[in-house]
């Protein structure tokens, strides 16, 4: 996500009002961080449910997945 995507998710969830007021560079450098770490459990989960189907090449689409954490 990009930081306007992440500001715009804070904005819609309500929770930059409890902090963009105050010291708005840390904040957003932890909020940054907690959805660099939603996306990357969300993809592992993802990859592992590929896995799971075992045979006919889904193991392609896993290490698609998996990959897209290492774009940047």
Do not use: N, P
């Not at 450098?29 to 189907?53: G, I, P, Y």
């Amino acid at each position: 996500m990009t930081q306007d995507e992440i500001i715009l998710t804070a904005d819609a969830s309500g929770l930059s009002y409890y902090g963009m007021g105050k010291d708005r560079e840390r904040f957003l450098h932890h909020v940054e961080t907690f959805a660099a770490l939603v996306s990357s459990a969300e993809r592992e989960a993802c990859a592992k449910v590929c896995e799971a189907q075992g045979e006919y090449g889904w193991q392609q689409y896993a290490d698609a997945i998996r990959a897209r954490g290492e774009l940047k």
